[in-house]
């Protein structure tokens, strides 16, 4: 299982960022899916969750109404759209899978949301 990160980067509060994440080693399109957040000196929290057929969502109130999960099951892609982003919003954003009760994390992709 592989997963790999991208679209992180420098923005201005109140840009927009879409984080993809490329999936591959296992059937993609039978698994949940999902984005964790970290900010320095705080514990990782899910900040998006997507059912295997894309279905489903669910957020926290932190970033419900600013972020949108979707997938693309036919390119084994996640994504993360965020709009109006905050300074709160700065972390390392990582996508995360559980295939046959293993945990699978990719390495991360570092948002950061400044002046």
């Known amino acids: 299982v592989q997963l790999v990160e991208s679209g992180g980067g420098l923005v201005q509060p109140g840009g927009s960022l879409r984080l993809s994440c490329a999936a591959s080693?296992?059937?993609?399109?039978?698994?949940?899916m999902s984005w964790h957040r970290q900010a320095p000196g705080k514990e990782r929290e899910s900040v998006a969750v997507?059912?295997?057929?894309?279905?489903?969502?669910n957020y926290p109130e932190s970033v419900e109404g600013r972020f949108t999960i979707s997938r693309d099951n036919a390119k084994n892609t996640v994504f993360l759209e965020m709009k109006g982003l905050r300074p709160e919003d700065t972390a390392m954003y990582y996508c995360?899978?559980?295939?046959?009760?293993?945990?699978?994390w990719g390495q991360g992709t570092q948002v950061t949301v400044s002046t």
């Open positions: 080693g296992f059937t993609f399109s039978a698994y949940v």
């Open positions: 997507i059912s295997a057929a894309g279905d489903s969502t």
């Open positions: 995360f899978c559980r295939v046959k009760n293993q945990n699978y």
